[in-house]
């Protein structure tokens, strides 16, 4: 049974010992394996003091512990990288925020003249997302996790469907925009997305674990397991060629690389006060997106933004207050849950302890 897999904690040497009893963090990484996750690291941080928590194992059948630094797929977190890369472009005025893609992808997309940057970043654009037709669930996954997928054939699929809706008038999360994205990155710098991400914030930061695969099945170095649930079995899928998921997911990093590009965005070292305020604020009061990260009120009243992020076998959150005071990294190696009401929990629970 998941939920009788052995406890681990490990604590940055800046926190103190806290009695179990009452340590929030500690519960939260509790009742996240309780809850169906294989194994979960937390990186929490309050006021400039760090902590890294661990629960489960890091690999079924065995009494592995999760370590707090190994690395993890983060899935959609990798749009935050890619939004923050396309508003230093605006900032840099080679790309215009309320430009028409079809001024620097020609004919890549329908209606490519009335879908602007601004809808891809926000997912108000109302491209098909591919991902509805590639599906990485059960055995659909087998057949395609280690094949290739380039950015024009994930394109190709959503353009040769009607849009969802009129560009701009409704929020629709589709893959597909950050894929498009990527793409824009390249057109404009002459560069892949990823090297221009590793030169403009993984370099900088000093984000040294971090990683841009490709077509790369293996996560490198230490690493949990991750796993998915087909036919009734948990399948590992730790390797999986992250091409199909590209721009829109493909990137491999740990906690603590994460906290690095949180506290640097929040702080505005990355994007410009103005573009920052923008790329944090929702379009409407009833959407929690702007572009390119996610925002959210916690429960005691502590705005952040952020993103979370899905894979085949890992789920990832990363986020941040506003003032950069208090931050939530975490990795949660998945089984048979949990959902994604608890990703939204423990993004409060940590944020409010």
């Known amino acids: 049974m998941l939920n009788t897999v052995p406890f681990v904690l490990t604590a940055a040497l800046l926190a103190p010992t806290t009695p179990a009893a009452a340590d929030p963090i500690r519960t939260v990484a509790r009742e996240t394996v309780a809850a169906g996750a294989t194994g979960v690291q937390i990186r929490a941080v309050r006021d400039g003091h760090s902590r890294t928590v661990t629960a489960g194992v890091s690999e079924l059948d065995t009494r592995k512990p999760v370590s707090p630094t190994g690395r993890f797929r983060i899935g959609s977190t990798t749009k935050s990288f890619v939004a923050t890369v396309v508003l230093q472009l605006v900032a840099e005025h080679r790309l215009g925020l309320d430009a028409p893609?079809?001024?620097?992808?020609?004919?890549?997309?329908?209606?490519?003249?009335?879908?602007?940057?601004?809808?891809?970043?926000?997912?108000?654009?109302?491209?098909?997302?591919?991902?509805?037709?590639?599906?990485?669930?059960?055995?659909?996954?087998?057949?395609?996790?280690y094949q290739h997928h380039s950015p024009e054939s994930l394109v190709a699929i959503a353009a040769a469907r009607p849009l969802d809706f009129p560009p701009g008038s409704k929020f629709s999360y589709s893959n597909t925009n950050y894929v498009v994205l990527g793409m824009l990155i390249e057109r404009t710098t002459g560069h892949a997305w990823g090297d221009e991400?590793?030169?403009?914030?993984?370099?900088?930061?000093?984000?040294?674990?971090?990683?841009?695969?490709?077509?790369?099945?293996?996560?490198?170095?230490?690493?949990?397991?991750?796993?998915?649930?087909?036919?009734?079995?948990?399948?590992?899928?730790?390797?999986?060629?992250?091409?199909?998921?590209?721009?829109?997911?493909?990137?491999?990093?740990?906690t603590a690389d994460l906290d690095k590009f949180a506290h640097a965005l929040a702080a505005g070292r990355l994007v410009p006060p103005a573009l920052l305020t923008q790329m944090t604020t929702p379009r409407s009061a009833t959407e929690e997106y702007g572009l390119g990260v996610q925002t959210r009120t916690t429960p005691c009243g502590i705005p952040v933004f952020g993103h979370t992020g899905g894979i085949p076998g890992y789920g990832t959150i990363a986020f941040t207050s506003a003032d950069g005071k208090r931050r939530v990294e975490a990795s949660l190696t998945l089984g048979r849950g949990p959902g994604d009401d608890a990703f939204y929990s423990l993004i409060d629970k940590v944020i409010c302890a």
């Not at 020609?106 to 926000?122: A, H």
């Not at 000093?206 to 036919?231: C, F, K, L, S, W």
């Open 101 to 145: 893609v079809e001024r620097y992808l020609p004919g890549l997309l329908p209606r490519g003249s009335e879908i602007t940057v601004r809808m891809l970043l926000q997912h108000t654009s109302g491209l098909y997302n591919y991902l509805r037709t590639i599906s990485l669930e059960d055995a659909d996954l087998e057949k395609i996790r």
């Open 197 to 254: 991400a590793a030169k403009r914030i993984l370099r900088p930061l000093g984000m040294r674990e971090t990683v841009i695969p490709g077509d790369r099945t293996r996560i490198p170095g230490r690493h949990a397991h991750g796993y998915q649930e087909m036919n009734g079995k948990l399948v590992d899928v730790t390797e999986l060629n992250p091409s199909v998921a590209g721009a829109s997911g493909e990137m491999i990093s740990t």
